[in-house]
């Protein structure tokens, strides 16, 4: 079932609030004009809190996102990616990156691909669009629910 954009992406931070909510934490979704932050997370004392910004897409692995995440260098921030599949009965996906390792790679991988040629190997044009792929981030940057978890309990 294909969904609007809208939903998919209310669908996805309903998604990750739940997986934070399951292991134990309080996950607050913030209110849609949030701007770069969609979920305020919190152990159960509240000393301990961290910020989510999620992105979501369905059945694809691939996010679109703006240059300004080149700038993001939050420490307590992680970026939750969602594919949502067209299958009901099949899970969502999550691909979960510290903001400042998302930066760092967003902002290499676009100067690489602009230095490569384009078609017919063309000089290709600078945008403000960028894209994370997760083919792209180490197994060390990308992480699970228990390791991002174990990072914020450090």
Known sequence: MKLSKQLSGIAGEYYVAAELSRRGYLAAITLRNSDGVDILVSNESG???FSVQVKTTQNKRKWILGKKVEEDKAVNKFYVFVNIPNDLN?????????????SK???EGHRNWLKEPGKNGRIRKDSSARQFDPRYSSDSQLLDWERLLSIFEE
């Open 105 to 107: 790679n967003i902002y």
């Open 47 to 49: 000393e301990k809190t």
């Open 90 to 102: 099949s899970l969502p996906e999550y691909y979960i990156v510290k903001a400042i390792d998302l």
